[in-house]
Every structure is written in structure tokens, then in C-alpha cells.
């Protein structure tokens, strides 16, 4: 003690000042290599090696699953195919704007759809239910004004009006049951309406459809409507708790019509086998629509973890996994919440109601938060019915983000992740609903330690330099 006592009563301040400038110098080397691993692995190199090696040399244990195996060679080069940004989808699940988006507004005072969101849907109503022969009849020619209103009484007033001058005008129908109805019931009844007035219709039109390119046109507007009639009854049928009905209605639909799979039906299908809990079902769907050549979903990604999550759950222990290692079914899980994951990592916020969910918009962007908030908003009771799912994708959803491909343009499972998603679901979703901005990843504790240790190291040489025997004796004492 006493020669460490005359050391430093030697000492300069000169040799503070060199001692706080190396110092600030070597942490600052030490913080650019940590920014810079970082940028290119995600994560951060001395807690990836204190993790990896001084962890199991002090007793400790890695909860963390391993990295999971890479998917099959066709599946991640056809997922790595060009594809266009920020394509809006009209959402599968879309909800009735009379029986619920506006129930919800007269609730709470709060409107659940955007106007983007609206426009979006005039714009699809104008395509499916219009063609260029309405003006042959009277009452298609009013429905085609009544699709470019903006005011709803308007619609519903034209409507009326297509109803006088023809019964059996099914797009009028359509229309009040979307928007006049105020009950699921009231909405059924319409549509069944309109059921009638559409077969009608598109029997007559299957007859004379090789006449003229007109009528190959009305053709397909009258099996546009047709197929948007019973896809809603089926809906209809779903939340009044007529299930296996609804089912049904739904494989009868796509059986009919199997050109028609980009209207997504089959999303419906899968939503309403969960309810049953026909998971055998639910799988041979699967097997059929996650192909390589067809586009994903949040729907499709989740449901196909939560099947593999379904076999490992009800036993799955962190403590346990991480002293005998992962099994082969859980390691399958694992890696099927990391393909989701990574297609949207903005859904498990949602499931684990980490993120308060609202009214899902009537269009979703792929990969985007409003995808998350339609997913999120009729399968949470799914996730929550199978025990121990949830606290599987607590315990992995995390770890399998992190190793989601870091900057995000590089892309692993998929095809990069489009930068333009905050942008569009901010116009998809409404003002008091915070966007999640995901995927970002929080920068690591040892960045944030050397930068602070980088700071404080400079500062303390300014003020050696600035005043040294003050400092001086600050460090004796």
C-alpha cells in the first residue's frame, strides 16, 4: 500500500492526460467494431462470445434455440423472386361496415376505416360488380353511380333505388347487406337475396356469354358477384356459430371455382377449421396452399407453426430444452415461428397481447402491420385454445427474430423485407392505432456501454487537459 501510495505521488498530470486518452482511444476502436458487427450480423460481438463461452464456463445455460436449419433450395429461391412492394390485398376477413365497422364507430366514436382504405374498396366494388353493359339496364346503370359514392346514405339510397326499377338486382343487394345492415342476421338475409338474384343472373349470362366480347364481360362481372355473394353467406354462417356450414360452403365455393384461389378463400377455410379444431383438415390445406409457387401469408406462415407448436407445446419447458437440447419436433417448431417470424415479425406482439389490437382494416399489406392486425384479430383464440403455444413463441419468438437476415434488404427465407410498409399501413390503418415499425432491432448493451465508455474516457481527458492538477488530485484521493 504504501508503495502504491508513493506511485501515484510521482505521477504527472501529463501521464493522466496520455493514461484518459488512450484509454477514450481503445474504447472508441472497441465501439466502431461493435457498430460495425452489428450492422453486418445483428448482433453484437462481445455478448455473442460472452454468451457463447463465458456463460457455460460459470455454470450458465443458453435458453436461446439454435439457428434453425435452411428451408428447401426451391422454396427459398422462389421466395427470393423479384415481387412487387407494398401490393394492398383486399383482406380475406374483412369485416361488414354496417353489422360491425359501424357498431364500432357508434361505441366509441372512433371511425375504423381510413379513407385510403375506403377509396381502395370503391375502387374494387367499381371493378368486381361493373362492366360495360350496365348501361343497357337501369338498374345496374344506378348501382354503377352508387359504387362512386362517398356518402354511405347515398349508397344506400341508390341502392333502394336499383331495387325499384329491377328486384332482382343483386348488386343492390349486396350493397345494403354490407352497409344498411346493422346485424349479422339482417345481413344474412340479404345476401340470401342476392344469392337468388345472382344465380339468376349468371345462368342467364352463361348461356349467350360466347355472343360477344360483352357478354364474355357481364360473364365474369355476374361470377364476380356470385362468388362475392357466397363467400359473405359463408361468413355469415361462421359468426353466427353455423360452422361446420360454414365450412362447407367454403369447399363448395372452391371447388366451383378454382381459377379464383387469388381471392383468397382458402384463408377463410383455415380460420374456420381452427374453430372446429379439425387441425387434420387445417393441415391437408396447408399441404395444398403453402406451395413454392404460391404467394405467403401471415395466415399461412402461423398456422403452419402453430400446427408444429400443437405436437410440442403442452410438454415444452425452457429450463428442460436447454439442459437435454431441443427435440426433432421441437426443433420443427422452432424453425416453422422463424419462418413466420421472419415473413411478419409484427404479428407476435399481438398473439402475446404485447400490443393492443383493433378493428381489422378491409385491405392488408403482405408483411405489414395491418396484415398482423387482421391476423392477430380472429386467430389469437386459436393460439390461446392449444395449451402451451404461446409460451412456445414467448420463448423462441425473440431468439428467431434475432436471426432474421440483418440489414433487412438481404432476405433469408423470403424475398427482403419492403421498406415502404410503415408508409402504406399508415394510411391502411387508423390514426389512434400506433403502427408497429417493425423490423427493428434494438442496438445491444455492449454498443450502448462503449459508447458511454468512449464519452466519459474523452471528457475525462479534456478535463485533465484543461485542468490538470485539480484532476490530479481528484485521482489520488
Not at 235 to 261: H, N, Q, T, Y
Not at 339 to 351: D, G, T, W
Amino acid at each position: 500500500l504504501l508503495t502504491v501510495t508513493v506511485f501515484l505521488s510521482t505521477l504527472t498530470p501529463k501521464f493522466y492526460f496520455a493514461l484518459t486518452v488512450t484509454s477514450s482511444f481503445i474504447s472508441g476502436l472497441i465501439f466502431v467494431f461493435e457498430w460495425w458487427h452489428f450492422r453486418k450480423y445483428g448482433t453484437s460481438f462481445i455478448e455473442q462470445v460472452s454468451v457463447s463461452h463465458l456463460r457455460p464456463l460459470i455454470g450458465g445455460v443458453e435458453n436461446s434455440p439454435p439457428a434453425p436449419a435452411a428451408f428447401s433450395a426451391g422454396e427459398s429461391e422462389t421466395s427470393r423472386q423479384s415481387m412487387p412492394e407494398c401490393k394492398v390485398w383486399r383482406n380475406p376477413l374483412n369485416l361488414f361496415r354496417g353489422a360491425e365497422y359501424s357498431r364500432y364507430m357508434w361505441v366509441t366514436g372512433k371511425e375504423p376505416l381510413t379513407y385510403y382504405d375506403m377509396n381502395l374498396s370503391a375502387q374494387d366494388h367499381q371493378n368486381f360488380f361493373t362492366c360495360d353493359t350496365d348501361a343497357l339496364r337501369p338498374s345496374d346503370t344506378v348501382m354503377q353511380k352508387a359504387w362512386r359514392e362517398r356518402n354511405p346514405q347515398a349508397r344506400i339510397k341508390a341502392a333502394h333505388q336499383a331495387l325499384e326499377l329491377n328486384n332482382d338486382c343483386a348488386t343492390a343487394y349486396v350493397l345494403l347487406a354490407e352497409e344498411e345492415a346493422t346485424t349479422i342476421v339482417d345481413a344474412e338475409r340479404y345476401f340470401k337475396q342476392a344469392l337468388k338474384a345472382g344465380e339468376m343472373i349468371y345462368r342467364r349470362s352463361q348461356n349467350c356469354h360466347s355472343q360477344s366480347p360483352q357478354h364474355e364481360a357481364q360473364l365474369r362481372r355476374d361470377t364476380n358477384v356470385l362468388v362475392y355473394v357466397k363467400r359473405r353467406l359463408a361468413m355469415c354462417a361462421r359468426k353466427l356459430g353455423r360452422i361446420r356450414e360454414a365450412v362447407k360452403m367454403m369447399r363448395d365455393l372452391m371447388k366451383e371455382f378454382p381459377l379464383l384461389s387469388m381471392l383468397n378463400i382458402h384463408e377463410n377455410l383455415l380460420e374456420a377449421l381452427l374453430e372446429l379444431q379439425a387441425y387434420a383438415d387445417v393441415q391437408a390445406v396447408l399441404a395444398k396452399y403453402d406451395d413454392i409457387s404460391l404467394p405467403k401469408s401471415a395466415a399461412i406462415c402461423y398456422t403452419a407453426a402453430l400446427l408444429k407448436a400443437r405436437a410440442v407445446s403442452e410438454r415444452f419447458s425452457p429450463e428442460t430444452a436447454s439442459k437435454r437440447g431441443l427435440s426433432t419436433a421441437e426443433i420443427n417448431a422452432v424453425e416453422a415461428i422463424h419462418r413466420a417470424v421472419e415473413f411478419n415479425p409484427h404479428v407476435p406482439k399481438y398473439l402475446l397481447e404485447m400490443k393492443s389490437l383493433v378493428l381489422p382494416p378491409e385491405h392488408i399489406l403482405k408483411r405489414g402491420d395491418s396484415e398482423a392486425v387482421a391476423y392477430a384479430f380472429f386467430h389469437l383464440q386459436h393460439w390461446k385454445r392449444i395449451e402451451g403455444a404461446l409460451n412456445l413463441l414467448h420463448c423462441t419468438w425473440e431468439g428467431t427474430f434475432r436471426m432474421i437476415p440483418y440489414p433487412l434488404e438481404k432476405g433469408h427465407l423470403f424475398y427482403p423485407y419492403p421498406s415502404c410498409t410503415e408508409t402504406a399501413d399508415r394510411e391502411l390503418l387508423p390514426t389512434f392505432h400506433e403502427v408497429s415499425v417493425y423490423p427493428q432491432k434494438e442496438l445491444p448493451f455492449f454498443i450502448h456501454f462503449t459508447a458511454g465508455l468512449c464519452s466519459f474516457s474523452a471528457m475525462l481527458a479534456l478535463l485533465t487537459h484543461q485542468f490538470p492538477e485539480l484532476m490530479v488530485v481528484f485521482a489520488k484521493a
